[in-house]
């Protein structure tokens, strides 16, 4: 088995029964703040995307990177789809051209041609990636590979149970906006970020340890921060608490717990991995590259220059009603939000810098009140501060998930009263109608047991959510005669049996209701 680093958590598998390009990301990403490092956009794509499969892991956009799979990734490419929640990701890959699409069971190894094997793991709750994370289990004649990326399982026991894992690619680096957007004291936010670099690589060791593969490679970060106002970011400054360690870093590291099989893919580099062993060859030596890590990256800056710019000067809306338009974006998922308004329990501040720098109009989203409204001097536990364009610009473009944009870009401040509150960003991913039902129903589910969430619907007692994306019947749900029809998506079933009409699966739970039974 051949594998080719391409970038970040990028990577081409071949094999002698097919080719697998994984998350192939080269352009910036979340407002032009993250780039790949090391760069990666000078590689032969127009040969790396000529591949027989396409596996995306997630939405996040430096892992789907949407231009470079419009012009770079063959439409002949079959795409291994995870089993998520929502359609998004095979909705915005139809709109790219691809056409062949897999649907891989969650959990459930699938042989195709050739006797290549896959295995794709996907974790759906609100909190993995935006609505969704996974990770491709890979095998061929008897070489078997686990490309975990920044996936998050609560173990990789799925795995091992399928046979000893010759390589294990990981993320072990941080991609979080925490804690240097938060208006912390240096000192304190140096201790924060060192005890977060130490818990990333914690973390990866468990990983490690619970695989036990014969070679482990570290991939999925850092990126690299390439506008002036960003530098900082980067982990060349000898800060202990920035959370973005770099490959050479992890060897480090992992020397430091034992390990002695780690292995770093720069871009270009090509692993032959086989049950008894692994070679490697690299355009240029690893250790020379990142001990001129400062150069790297000081070319880098001059040579995208001219994109951030370009990017920046994108941004702008001054025609946009940034009350008006937040307002109509998020007052009505305030109104359809139980457990996420709950859950924040209180009002959220964004201010925003205007153009001149200076002056800041102050909005709050309001969820005890389930509004948007102007900022009245109320003590907010929760607080946002950037510039006003690129709210305009989200409302622009009708961005859905301002966690996977505005807040993974590191452009603003955050100060917050008590602890972190998931419930916050977990709301601000979930800006449609169809992610917010799903993150309310998950919620739901795990708030309180299924047997407890039964809703009378004229004749009908039935389960509270329904059984495709968990959308809240009470809203969503009509019954005429024995039919219910779910109008978020327009599923039907059949209320005496409890058959989705449909789709296979997704059976409903349903009784005829009786005088006895209470209305909700």
């Not at 201790?191 to 977060?196: E, L, R, S, V």
């Not at 980067?234 to 360690?245: A, L, R, T, V, W």
């Not at 920046?312 to 305030?334: F, N, Q």
Request: proline fraction near 6%.
């Amino acid at each position: 088995m051949r594998v080719t680093g391409t970038g970040h958590a990028s990577m081409r598998i071949d094999t002698a029964a097919g080719s697998i390009l994984c998350d192939p990301w080269v352009n910036p990403a979340y407002f032009a703040s993250w780039f790949p490092f090391p760069d990666n956009s000078l590689l032969d794509w127009e040969t790396l995307g000529q591949v027989d499969y396409l596996y995306v892991s997630h939405l996040h956009r430096d892992h789907f990177d949407a231009a470079h799979l419009r012009d770079f990734v063959s439409k002949d490419a079959t795409v291994l789809l995870p089993e998520f929640p929502t359609s998004e990701m095979e909705d915005e890959l139809r709109a790219l051209g691809f056409t062949k699409f897999l649907r891989a069971p969650n959990e459930q190894v699938v042989e195709l041609d050739g006797g290549l094997k896959i295995m794709i793991q996907a974790l759906t709750s609100p909190t993995d990636g935006p609505i969704g994370d996974s990770s491709l289990w890979v095998e061929h004649d008897g070489v078997r590979l686990l490309n975990q990326n920044d996936a998050r399982p609560t173990d990789l026991t799925v795995f091992t149970e399928l046979g000893h894992v010759h390589a294990h690619l990981l993320q072990f680096s941080g991609a979080i906006w925490y804690p240097m957007v938060y208006e912390l004291p240096q000192a304190a936010k140096t201790a924060f970020g060192k005890q977060k670099r130490e818990r990333q690589f914690d973390r990866t060791w468990r990983y490690i340890d619970d695989l036990k593969a014969d070679h482990v490679f570290p991939i999925a970060g850092p990126p690299c921060f390439l506008d002036d106002t960003l530098w900082q970011f980067n982990d060349i400054h000898g800060d202990e608490g920035n959370i973005f360690p770099d490959q050479s870093v992890f060897l480090s590291e992992y020397a430091k717990v034992g390990g002695t099989n780690g292995i770093v893919l720069l871009p270009g580099s090509v692993a032959e991995v086989s049950t008894s062993g692994a070679s490697t060859t690299h355009p240029q030596p690893v250790e020379e590259f990142f001990a001129n890590k400062l150069a790297h990256l000081e070319e880098m800056r001059e040579r995208k220059r001219p994109i951030i710019e370009a990017e920046k000067a994108s941004w702008r809306h001054p025609e946009i009603d940034v009350l008006a338009g937040m307002k109509r974006r998020i007052e009505p998922l305030l109104d359809e939000s139980v457990y996420l308004a709950k859950g924040v329990g209180g009002p959220v501040r964004f201010d925003l810098v205007g153009y001149d720098g200076v002056s800041v109009e102050s909005i709050v989203v309001d969820f005890p009140g389930k509004e948007v409204r102007p900022y009245a001097e109320e003590k907010v536990r929760y607080r946002f501060r950037m510039e006003r364009a690129l709210i305009e610009h989200l409302l622009h473009i009708d961005e859905v998930d301002w966690v996977n944009s505005l807040f993974l870009s590191c452009r603003f401040s955050a100060a917050r009263i008590g602890q972190y509150n998931e419930f916050v960003y977990a709301f601000f991913k979930c800006l449609s109608t169809e992610r917010l039902q799903y993150a309310e129903g998950w919620y739901d589910e795990h708030e309180r047991s299924t047997d407890a969430e039964d809703v009378t619907l004229g004749d009908w007692v039935v389960q509270r959510r329904c059984p495709h994306l968990k959308a809240d019947l009470t809203r969503f749900g009509i019954v005429e005669g024995d039919q219910l029809t779910c109008q978020l998506h327009g599923w039907k079933f059949d209320l005496p049996s409890g058959r989705c009409l449909t789709s296979v699966g997704h059976k409903v739970r349903a009784h005829r209701a009786t005088a006895d039974t209470p209305t909700p």
